[in-house]
């Protein structure tokens, strides 16, 4: 009987999930190690064989840190709200609780199948109240805290009043919204609504009107990575901008510590630099340009003050609010139509659609402070009104967009051409189509002959001592919008009292979701709970009917897992003084700018406010790369319901059609159920080649509409779960994207069978050999321990997978059935096939899991070389190897040469001419 991996692996899954074999406690005799996945989202899809390549990646590692002796946490859990339940809840009536449990029952069951080593009995799920509880005190404390940018850190909002009730606001340095200043006299004359106004400007989670993608269809704000194209990605509904009142969090208040920190923790480069770019910190200076015939000033953003002298037009976001005010009557309906296009476009489209040129003239003019010039004002969607102030000067010589912008419509292009160390755009590019006196500005003003970076100075202090700006730091992140207008998501806990929002206390949490009678928005609009039957506090007052993005609940989670049962605080002082922070982080870099930098500002807020001991919350992180699907094709003759073989397709009209990967076997369809599969296909006729028809195939995304999704349930049912870990590690390295190929699974099939038998006779009877290893068995393993600890420590767990197939070759070739070599070798292969080594450790008479074991330790002695294979040639051609002792005198080596059998074919019965001898390299033998 060969190794029955169904049976096996139902066995030790069941002895895990009975004995608790995973779970994890404070231990303070070992050193601890916290491993953590990006946890799922659960769809009713379940999992394919994408899904669990980073899963089985931090498996192995939080294995072998266990064998390493860490306490190692590694715990799972699920981000329960999402959209897509809250959706099926509204064309079913399904309350999204129940397809949320079912979806979870289902990745559960794959998991488990898997063979991971969570401790289950840490899970969280977001949707819980007994979890979403402290999503919801989170917020509060957020709500009650302002960031103090002289201490660089958040404080309570209490010493925020009691330094207005003393003095005022204009000795307080805050990170906040526009306030005027006002004296201590003033705050006390104010009434508790307007006190309420002003705190809001500076609490970390506060309310204001915001610039959003707004789904009509779906009822909903959506984050930016929710919209593409101007429609919503889950169901492609029409998306447009528009000015909604949101709770936001001031993420901006940390902005430079969020910078800063990059520096100090070990992740991908690449995603470093995609964080960096979107916190976008740039050092310039804020300028205000009159308008000609207005009161108001335009204030712009620079970086490049000295290029000033050079604007020639200036631009406005469509949303700006000096568009309506200053667009003239013969502009004006060009202007809002165009703002009308423009609002429906998400900003990701507008920051890289980089040669789409698109804008509209104001028919006003601003005038350029340094020298009286009057410049046109246009609007244009290429200006974001989150980044800066939302209006731009453009000097074209100097940037490409501006200059993109000028060259489109026609536009002057100058430069400012007076300074050293200059990079300006290419003249080249330009003079053609300009006047040359209009192409080239020299300045012969303050910052002639200046170095750049010193004529940005020098222009900055003039513009200061004009009194028209200053110098200013500027950052392209933006405050996170906090507010989502769907049923399936956290509560928040505020309530309304004379318009103004205050938050619950802290013994009212949680604040459960209400019973609704749909999930869809109210008849004027409001969000669904605005349904719910008194949704108010004890004492009447309106609750909030908005609920929280799904980032909420997995800013925090991986704190969470410290300490899940916890009902009296997050989690504990001891709990956190344990674990810290997360050691090791596996996940997707599609997550670079939304949930890491979330999650980054939580940490650092529960830092400040003394709950989180460390400012950084992951320490390592690791990209996986994506499992990339390997699509099948047939080929239909046009115009009939006949398909013919890929290898004779040249000689027909043929369609390409997608088939799916379950139905083909090592590209070969299976022809009936190619009928079965599909109506359409029925009664058709195919030409075959070889007695076989033969489909092409095509690397792609996976994808259920290209029908190349694997099931990792069906691979487990035909190949068991050992086999499934080893390939996904096998397929190449961890962060690079591959292709999946079922043909190769075979392989990896055979390895563990061939495994299995090391320690079996033919009869299939465990059978291992007592007494002391060879030396050539000792140099195979311990070469192995050497290869696959260096792998798993570099992350590269493809070698090791080879590495492990070589030792297993190389000892079955050396007829090893040694217990010693044996009990090593299931040790060491145990993390990334535990399954198979439960059992082999079992069959060694182990009473004990495998996991409670030490790592083989290596010993360098073994694998020293004390031989060399020689190559021997004969007339300067190489015939065969002779293993020699290494240091063997070389009359000896010429002796044991020319009698060793393979040279008598190549003697011929006559002694040799001469036998050259290189000691440690190679023997020639001339005849």
């Not at 309420?196 to 993608?213: E, H, S």
């Not at 993109?404 to 430069?415: I, K």
């Not at 110098?471 to 399936?488: C, E, H, M, P, T």
Request: charged letters at 25%; one cysteine or more.
């Amino acid at each position: 009987m060969d190794y029955n991996y169904r049976e096996i692996e139902k066995k030790w899954q069941q002895f895990w999930a009975e004995n608790k074999t995973y779970k994890t406690d404070i231990d303070h005799s070992k050193p601890k190690y916290y491993v953590l996945d990006m946890f799922p989202y659960p769809s009713g899809a379940g999992l394919h064989v994408g899904h669990p390549l980073g899963y089985i990646a931090s498996d192995i590692y939080a294995r072998y840190k266990r064998l390493k002796g860490y306490n190692v946490l590694h715990p799972m859990g699920y981000d329960a709200y999402g959209l897509p339940a809250e959706q099926y809840a509204i064309q079913t009536g399904t309350h999204p609780a129940v397809t949320t449990e079912k979806n979870i029952a289902r990745y559960r069951e794959q998991l488990d199948k898997i063979g991971f080593s969570y401790d289950w009995d840490r899970e969280v799920r977001t949707s819980d109240p007994a979890y979403y509880k402290w999503t919801q005190w989170t917020f509060v404390q957020l709500f009650h805290s302002w960031y103090n940018k002289i201490t660089h850190k958040a404080e309570p909002v209490s010493t925020l009043i009691a330094a207005f009730e003393k003095s005022g606001n204009a000795g307080v340095e805050a990170a906040c919204s526009d306030t005027p200043v006002f004296t201590a006299a003033e705050w006390h004359s104010m009434n508790e609504p307007q006190q309420q106004q002003v705190l809001m400007n500076f609490r970390l989670a506060y309310l204001a009107d915001t610039m959003v993608n707004w789904c009509p269809a779906l009822g909903t704000v959506l984050a930016n990575d929710e919209v593409s194209d101007g429609f919503s990605v889950r169901g492609g509904h029409p998306v447009e901008r528009k000015t909604m009142k949101q709770w936001l969090l001031r993420i901006t208040a940390y902005a430079d510590r969020l910078l800063d920190g990059l520096d100090h923790i070990d992740w991908p480069e690449s995603l470093k630099e995609i964080q960096r770019n979107w916190i976008g910190r740039s050092e310039g200076c804020s300028a205000e340009f009159a308008i000609k015939g207005f009161d108001q000033k335009l204030e712009i953003f620079t970086t490049r003050a000295d290029t000033m002298f050079g604007v020639t037009f200036m631009v406005l976001a469509p949303e700006h609010p000096f568009v309506e005010t200053i667009t003239t009557p013969g502009c004006r309906a060009r202007v809002e139509e165009y703002v009308q296009w423009a609002k429906n476009r998400s900003e990701r489209e507008r920051m890289t659609e980089v040669k789409k040129v698109t804008g509209e003239f104001t028919g006003a003019y601003a005038i350029n402070p340094l020298n009286g010039e009057e410049i046109p004002i246009w609007v244009a969607d290429y200006v974001l009104m989150g980044y800066g102030t939302g209006a731009i000067m453009a000097v074209p010589g100097h940037d490409s967009r501006d200059f993109a912008f000028a060259r489109h419509f026609g536009l002057p292009v100058r430069q400012v051409v007076s300074r050293q160390g200059e990079t300006p755009v290419d003249p080249s590019e330009w003079e053609d189509s300009y006047d040359s006196k209009e192409g080239v500005m020299i300045n012969s003003g303050f910052i002639t002959g200046l170095e750049v970076k010193e004529a940005i100075t020098t222009t900055i202090r003039k513009i200061e001592e004009m009194g028209i700006g200053y110098g200013k730091v500027n950052f392209r992140l933006r405050d996170a919008i906090f507010s989502r207008q769907r049923y399936w998501g956290e509560p928040f806990p505020v309530y309304y009292k004379n318009g103004m929002p205050y938050a619950l206390s802290e013994e009212e949490l949680p604040l459960e979701l209400p019973e609704v009678d749909a999930y869809l928005p109210t008849e004027s609009g409001e969000p669904p709970l605005a349904r719910a039957k008194n949704w108010t506090t004890k004492e009447g007052f309106p609750l909030e009917t908005n609920t929280m993005p799904g980032f909420a609940g997995s800013s925090g989670y991986y704190l969470r897992y410290m300490d899940p049962r916890n009902d009296r605080e997050y989690f504990s002082k001891d709990a956190n003084g344990y674990w810290k922070s997360v050691d090791l982080y596996m996940g997707g870099a599609e997550h670079a700018t939304g949930h890491l930098i979330y999650a980054r500002f939580w940490n650092k807020f529960l830092f400040d406010i003394g709950l989180a001991i460390e400012d950084e919350p992951f320490k390592k992180l690791i990209n996986q790369g994506m499992i990339q699907g390997r699509s099948n094709f047939v080929y239909r003759v046009t115009g009939t319901n006949k398909f013919v073989s890929y290898n004779l397709k040249k000689d027909y009209d043929v369609q390409a059609i997608h088939v799916d990967v379950n139905i083909v076997h090592n590209d070969v369809l299976d022809i009936e159920a190619f009928i079965r599969w599909q109506p359409q296909f029925e009664g058709a006729d195919f030409i075959l080649e070889d007695g076989k028809y033969m489909c092409g195939w095509e690397v792609e995304k996976m994808s259920k509409s290209k029908y190349n999704v694997q099931n990792p349930d069906d691979l487990i049912e035909r190949y068991g779960a050992d086999t499934l870990r080893l390939y996904e590690m096998f397929l190449g390295p961890l962060e690079q994207s591959k292709p999946w190929d079922t043909n190769g699974i075979e392989g990896v099939f055979r390895f563990i069978r061939k495994l299995w038998k090391l320690y079996h006779d033919y009869d299939n009877n465990f059978n291992v050999s007592e007494g002391a290893p060879s030396a050539a068995e000792l140099k195979v393993l311990h070469k192995t321990i050497k290869k696959v600890q260096d792998d798993i420590e570099r992350f590269s767990f493809n070698t090791a997978v080879s590495s492990f197939m070589i030792c297993v070759n190389e000892l079955t070739d050396l007829k090893c059935n040694n217990r010693s070599i044996l009990s090593e070798l299931t040790i060491l292969i145990s993390p990334y096939a535990p399954h198979i080594a439960e059992e082999l450790w079992s069959l060694l008479g182990n009473s004990e899991s495998v996991t409670q074991v030490a790592f083989p330790e290596f010993n360098e002695s073994y694998i020293v070389e004390n031989t060399f294979a020689y190559p021997v040639s004969f007339n300067g051609k190489m015939r065969f190897r002779l293993e020699l002792p290494l240091g063997l005198p070389v009359p000896e080596i010429e002796k044991a040469v020319v009698s060793a059998p393979e040279s008598a074919k190549w003697l011929e019965g006559k002694p040799p001419r001469k036998v050259i001898v290189v000691p440690g390299k190679i023997v020639n033998v001339v005849v």
